[in-house]
């Protein structure tokens, strides 16, 4: 803001300079401004209201969702959907469509829905790998019912893992410190060019500006799957892990091994916390979401070969992945 002081030293009124910087903050405020309305502009048609029933039950819930196809393919949270008996979509117009499921991912918390409409708005979705710390994100949902409600804030962190209602963890999750509350499940994380980020799925109970989304290009390999087979059958390692980030890993490539669940394919081939996965087979790993698309149904039961290295030693493993259950 620009403040002006009014002299009382003559009978004519000055105007002061502004202080160093007021101008650069007005200007800094003014590209904000226009980044997040012009994002929430291209982004809002294409969200959703979702409201359920629950089989055999009088109770209900509700969420949010995207549209990512004009023909009507809606993502929202698994959470929100699973026990569903009927779901209803309410668009940004106004116009009311019973929805149907079209299948969901308790593992990674992704669903997908379908309304029978064509020559619907939808999302551009976007690539989070390229994310960073810091850069603005801009989440859009139905918090409380209130529809096409905009938060800001920033990507607080990548990397973070997140217990799914299912128990397993969900990897590669998105940190970010825009507001989310009940009823802001399912809708999208957005970036400063409107194209959608991560999946907003939930929140630390008691905690300031802790949330979570799933990543879209997560949710974008998962619906894809969803759509054709209307289920997920994939090859289970029982690993928690990141890509590499900080400073030991500037410019590296794999995922960093977090965690091993005990009983799992990889404790009994003797892979440890803190080992860096570089390889699957012949094929070089860049970060977590490679490994997700290359534990498909065809690797249950088969003998996988894994590049690891562990304390700066590399190590050729063998894994046999099950069927997640």
């Known amino acids: 803001m620009i403040l002006f002081t009014e002299s009382h030293t003559s009978a004519s009124t000055h105007t002061s300079i502004p202080e160093f910087g007021k101008l650069e903050d007005a200007s800094l405020l003014d590209a904000y401004s226009w980044a997040v309305t012009g994002a929430a502009r291209k982004v809002s048609p294409s969200v959703v209201h979702i409201e359920i029933r ?6 209900g819930g509700t969420g949010s969702g995207f549209i990512f196809t004009s023909n009507g393919y809606i993502v929202t949270n698994s959470h929100v959907v699973h026990h569903a008996g009927r779901i209803t979509v309410s668009l940004a117009d106004g116009r009311k469509f019973p929805a149907d499921l079209v299948g969901d991912d308790p593992h990674t ?5 379908r309304i029978r409409e064509e020559n619907l708005p939808s999302v551009i979705l976007g690539n989070s790998q390229l994310i960073e710390p810091g850069q ?5 949902g139905s918090p409380l019912g209130f529809q096409t409600t905009v938060t800001t804030g920033v990507i607080s962190a990548r990397g973070r893992s997140l217990r799914s209602q299912s128990g397993r963890l969900i990897d590669n999750i998105i940190q970010t410190d825009a507001a989310l509350n009940p009823g802001n499940s399912g809708g999208p994380l957005v970036n400063s060019r409107g194209e959608v980020v991560g999946v907003n799925t939930a929140v630390i109970a008691g905690a300031q500006g802790i949330c979570f989304a799933v990543p879209i290009n997560t949710a974008k390999f998962v619906a894809g799957e969803l759509i054709r087979r209307g289920r997920i059958r994939r090859a289970y390692l029982g690993i928690a892990g990141q890509d590499l980030s900080g400073p030991g890993f500037v410019g590296s490539k794999g995922i960093l091994v977090l965690g091993i669940e005990r009983g799992s394919p990889a404790e009994t081939a003797g892979l440890e916390e803190g080992d860096i996965i570089l390889g699957f087979n012949e094929t070089a790993l860049q970060g977590i979401d490679d490994l997700h698309r290359l534990l498909t149904e065809e690797h249950i039961g088969q003998t996988v070969h894994f590049k690891v290295r562990r304390d700066r030693e590399m190590r050729h493993m063998a894994i046999i992945p099950q069927e997640n259950s």
């Open 109 to 113: 918390d992704i669903a997908v829905i």
């Open 136 to 140: 603005l994100a801009i989440a859009i």
């Open 54 to 59: 629950l089989k055999h039950s009088p109770r």
